[in-house]
């Protein structure tokens, strides 16, 4: 009964491709997120969705597409890997449009989809 | 610049022992400040959530502080077990607009038998 579970855990590939992590919550939160955790452990938000509509994009590559289906989904899809784009990235939701999360609805993280680029 | 300093990077303790970690901000204007905690291979998980008014809150064994004035907070965490070894993350919200959050490098806590 994971609350938001994202896959794949590891996903390993080449420059140039392009692949995609999915997300799933089952928490009924109506905003949910992307985060990028590089190598100095500093996480980072990178798009957050409300309701299914996109209310924020922080200055990130349009090589980086979220889609959400529903709300309940936001799933990412990265063209044109780049070495940079390794890291740890985190599926998140909450309740309410804020992107920190609100004083009664803290962020729920999922576990994490660590990517490597070689 | 919003920032989110956290000290002491790293710190080995010995169960049943306490401890405190420290986070200094920049942000501003404050909304409010969490401390997550961080399993190796999973996500952070919420420990707390202080706004501008308060000074303290705890949660079972953690204890966090708030002094908005000087922009620093504390969280103690009181008789250690193994399974508190994780990374705390300091993280700030500023008010306005998408309140986006700042998320501190975290200190990675080891507790030894």
């Known amino acids: 009964d994971t609350a938001v579970s994202q896959t794949p855990k590891y996903l390993v590939t080449q420059m140039g491709n392009d692949k995609s992590i999915k997300c799933e919550q089952n928490?009924?939160?109506?905003?949910m997120y992307w985060y990028k955790q590089d190598s100095k452990k500093f996480l980072k938000i990178m798009f957050s969705?409300?309701?299914?509509?996109?209310?924020i994009n922080e200055t990130v590559p349009n090589r980086f597409s979220p889609k959400s289906p529903d709300k309940a989904h936001l799933n990412l899809h990265i063209n044109s890997l780049e070495l940079g784009d390794s890291a740890v990235y985190f599926c998140?939701?909450?309740?309410?449009?804020?992107?920190?999360?609100?004083?009664?609805?803290?962020?729920?993280f999922g576990n994490g989809t660590r990517l490597t680029v070689t | 610049k919003n920032q989110v300093e956290q000290s002491p990077q790293s710190l080995i303790i010995l169960e049943g022992k306490n401890c405190t970690l420290q986070c200094n901000y920049t942000v501003s204007p404050f909304s409010n400040l969490r401390w997550y905690k961080q399993d190796t291979g999973r996500g952070p998980v919420s420990l707390t959530i202080m706004t501008f008014s308060e000074n303290t809150k705890s949660n079972g064994r953690y204890t966090a502080t708030l002094d908005a004035d000087t922009k620093q907070s504390s969280l103690h965490i009181t008789a250690s077990q193994l399974s508190d070894s994780a990374s705390y993350i300091c993280?700030?919200?500023?008010?306005?607009?998408?309140?986006?959050?700042?998320f501190g490098r975290g200190t990675s806590l080891i507790v030894h038998p």
């Open positions: 993280v700030v919200i500023a008010s306005g607009g998408s309140y986006i959050p700042t």
């Open positions: 998140a939701s909450s309740q309410g449009p804020r992107a920190g999360g609100n004083r009664n609805s803290p962020l729920h």
């Open positions: 969705y409300n309701n299914k509509e996109l209310i």
């Open positions: 928490l009924g939160h109506d905003t």
